[in-house]
Structure formats: C-alpha cells, structure tokens
C-alpha cells in the first residue's frame, strides 16, 4: 500500500516480545490481532491485550497489537505540545510486559488516514492473516471511520477471520480512556491516574547538569531531559520512586518553573531528589514513577524557606513509602 512501506526497523523491547516499526516487514500466520493507538495503555487497552493473548494462546498462535505513531488526533486534530503519556517504545515495553508477542508501531500521516477501509484491511490480511480480531465498541478504521464494526465483522466473514468487540472498561468516574489519564495529569491527581493505568505514571529521561544549586543547598538534585511531548503531572512537588541501574531509591520531585530563584522564567523543569543517595548521575537514564503530590510549587522569601520545606518534603515522603507497599532499594 503506497504510503506504508518503511524501511525495516526490528528491536528485541522484552524477551520474547519483538518490535518492529514497520508492519510491511512483517509477515505472520493466523494471528490475533488487535488495533489502536493504544497512548498509556490503560485499563481499557490492557483488556483489549489480554483478550488476544488469552485467545492467541489458546490456539498457540501470536498475539500481535498494532499501534499508530504519530498519535492519529496529532495528525488529523493538529493536537500538538505535552501531549503523549507513553513514547512508542515505553508503549512496546509494557505490552511486553502484559505478554504480548509482537507490537507494531505503524507511522499514521494523512495517506494512511485517506486509505480506504477495505484496502488497509487487506494489508494487514496480507501481513499477519488473522485468525482474530479483537477491538473497542466505539472502533473504526480508514477513511472517515467507514471500517466500523459492521465493516470489520463483513470483511472478516469474506476472507475467514472473527471480530471479537469488548465493552469499555468502566469506574465509578466513567469509561477509562487515555483523555480521563490526560486530565488526571493535568489536575495532579497522580493517585488517580494510577488506578486509570494500575501502575504508576512514570516519565524517563537522561540526567543532565544543572545550575548545581540543590548541591550548594544541601539537597542535590538530578536535572532531567524528557521528550518534549510527554505529557507532565501539573506544576507541582511529588512523592515518586526513582529507578536507575536496576536499583529504586525513594524520591521527592518537583516540576515547575522554580520561582525561589528563577524569576519569570517560564521554562518547566522536572527535578528529583533521591533519598538517601549522593552518588553522580550525569548522563545516567532514570525513570520516575508518580506516587503523590505533596505540594503546589511555591515562591519562597529566601534559600533558608526554601530548604526548611524541602526538608518536610523529604520527611513525609518517607513516612507516606513507609505505609505503603512500594519496594525501596537503597544503595549505600
């Protein structure tokens, strides 16, 4: 299909999962099958996965989830900033995670979003001959969203394969979807985004140098460089763990604009603390998992107001991980 023939890019994420970045590279046999953009693998995404992986197993076949990147809203609803809650290869990762045996992240440009119905379906036939299909009630596929459910189950009665639709995943609060993650972000409500992913939301970056003022405070800190379109839990000082190195500390972390020192600057920053840790973290990959919020980022009237809250942070974020079931590493 003109448009979708990429270059071939294969990555072994987990042991046992493979990914690939372009689904005309790839070629498989009575599969299971499932579709979507699948952005922070919810609830609602997890049921989708383990629904295929359940049927795929059953008949010892692969379970394969086919996502979009860029998201289709960025494309076709020019949808832009702190927008994703997962990056393509964070997304591969947990469905691996989940037991998934291939994911495919198709590119999605305006040629794949006028492809007719009909003729995608026939291209993904052509490469991963399904044996299933399973997907969402309100799912479509194709030009103007024409490979509804109807579309698909006709199409799959032609050729010899099934249609599997699963129900929403739903909590008192409504039907779990990545927008309602997206809103619980952009409130600070990480405890609810939490329940809507049942895993913590998590960002990653690579440690880079600072301006080294939490080190002359007292209370270093480790400056990190996030995908500028990952979307951030609102401004504010969180309760996370930290893993770095296959160890996880305990940590404080405060996102926003610092506005103790860095006056009207406007440039968001994610800074975290380790507990218990004094160890150089330059150019070392550390992931953060949002437990909590603790706090609004606050200006505060000088350096000495400033550690004196830090130093409460750090007590009752201790006190909160000591109540909790999370498991902390800590190296000495």
Known sequence: MPGIHRRKLVYIVKEKMRYYRSLSQLHLKDTWLTIGSFDG???GHQALAHHIISKAHASSVPSVVLTFHPHPASVLRNRS????????????????????????TQVFDKHVARTPAFEFLEFLYKHLQMKGLCVGEDFALG?????????????????????????????PEGVVSSSMVRIALSEGDVEFAQRLLN???????????????GRT????????????QKALPKVGVYLCTASIGGNVFGAVTNIGVRPTFDKGSLETR????????????YSRELKLNFLSRLREEKKFPNAEALINQIMMDIARGKEILKSRSEVIVQVK
């Open 217 to 228: 405070l007292g209370i270093p800190t480790a400056n990190l460089e996030i995908w500028e």
């Open 143 to 171: 030009r103007d969203r024409e490979g509804d459910i109807l579309a698909l189950k006709a199409y799959g009665s032609n050729i010899g394969y099934s249609v599997d639709v699963l129900p929403p995943v739903k909590i």
């Open 41 to 43: 693998v919810h609830l």
């Open 199 to 213: 895993r913590p939301y998590a960002i990653q970056g690579i440690v880079i140098p600072g301006d080294g003022r």
């Open 270 to 281: 994610v800074e975290t603390h380790l507990l218990d840790f004094n160890e150089d973290l």
């Open 81 to 104: 900033g702190q927008y994703y809650l997962t990056t393509p290869e964070e997304r591969a990762n947990l469905l691996g995670d989940l037991g998934v045996d291939y994911v495919v």
